[in-house]
């Protein structure tokens, strides 16, 4: 699939830069639909790479987000430590920054915003959608490692 790649940078509440990458089928079309991803825990990072989800999202015209939040290793241990234990708070508040940022670019728009996470990614994930439900049109919590009556 044909198509361009996209750095982004969002600002997270306490104003640390949040990389973003964006990878958009080709075509003018904007705001897009846009599936969001992101995890943010035990210092794995999530790199643009081949899933067979992202082929059908670019393949029926959506954009494909990956939020490199804190709790990652996308840039050293300090990032990891960032948004761990007492600090995983970060890694939901990057979330959002990050969810925000992509409708303040006209990427998306909250009405064709899904966001994804599995496993211990959900709880960034689970919480940003809490907080700020009307970022997101949808979210998609695979596997999570969520207790979600404690999230309210």
Known sequence: IEGSVTEL???SSDGTQVPVTVVSPPGAVVPRRTLLEVY??????????Y??????????????????????????????AGGTGANKVNAAL???A??????????????????????????PLA??????PSLFAGVMLNS????VARLL
């Open 9 to 11: 940078a969002a600002v």
């Open 144 to 147: 999570a490692i969520v207790n």
């Open 51 to 80: 899933s067979p989800t992202y082929w059908v999202a670019l393949r029926r015209g959506w954009n494909v987000a990956i939020g490199h939040i804190r709790g990652g290793a996308e840039l050293g241990p300090a990032w990891q």
């Open 127 to 132: 919480v940003a959608s809490v907080r700020e």
């Open 98 to 123: 990050v969810a925000r940022k992509l409708q303040d670019d006209g990427v998306t728009a909250s009405w064709g915003l899904v966001a994804r996470a599995a496993s211990a990614g959900g709880v």
């Open 94 to 96: 990057d979330t959002i």
């Open 40 to 49: 943010g825990a035990y210092g794995v990072s999530i790199l643009p790479r």
